[in-house]
DNA sequence: GCCAACGTTGGC
DNA sequence: GCCAACGTTGGC
């Protein structure tokens, strides 16, 4: 079992919408960035936890928990002309682009600000509290994540 | 394969 | 909206 970190805009898809998704669950497109595909496609899997993070917005930081329920699969929005994700140099006999399903777990009451992550001691592995890591999708380690939990309920 | 130019991300 | 830090692209 692993733990993750999905980042999400709010305005666009949040910890909300994925609780009120048809059995609570929705499939995360739209991840075009190799280092963040290489984990879809290789690491995460079935049962791993994924904190769900909104991030480009008013209040940034961890917002809920969800679980991979489907494991990486072709992201069927690259091939589709009308999509912003598409992406016309994705060959389709070997699509670029995969994505995972995640179900909501939990909202938690409040949310944990990035500020606060960045002032937890113990907290000092996830890209989140590194310089210039932008990625969209990270690994948390397991006592980073233990404590970050804790921290959220 | 280098690297400048450009585009994107994301906190503030 | 700014801008620093990255990632990607494409000419050479």
């Known amino acids: 079992m692993q733990y993750w970190l999905f980042k999400t805009e709010p305005d666009a898809f949040s910890i909300d ?8 669950t929705e499939h995360w497109d739209g991840i075009r960035n190799y280092q963040a595909r290489n984990f879809l496609r290789d690491e995460v899997k079935l049962g791993d936890q994924v904190f769900i993070y909104h991030s480009s917005c008013k209040d940034v930081g961890i917002v809920g928990l969800a679980e991979v329920v489907k494991e990486g699969y072709v992201d069927h929005t690259q091939f589709d002309p009308d999509s912003k994700y598409y992406d016309p140099k994705s060959p389709q006999d070997k699509p670029r682009w995969v994505m995972v399903d995640l179900q909501f777990k939990q909202k938690f ?3 944990l600000p990035l500020k606060d ?5 113990d907290i000092t592995e996830i890209g989140l509290v590194k310089k210039g890591h932008r990625l969209s999708i990270m690994p948390v380690q397991q006592n980073e994540f233990e404590s970050l939990l804790r921290k959220c309920q």
Not at 117 to 121: L, R, T, V
Request: glycine residues 0%; aromatic residues 0%; proline residues 12%.
């Open 17 to 24: 919408d994925l609780a009120n998704m048809p059995k609570q």
């Open 109 to 111: 009451s409040q949310i």
């Open 117 to 121: 992550i960045k002032a937890m001691p």
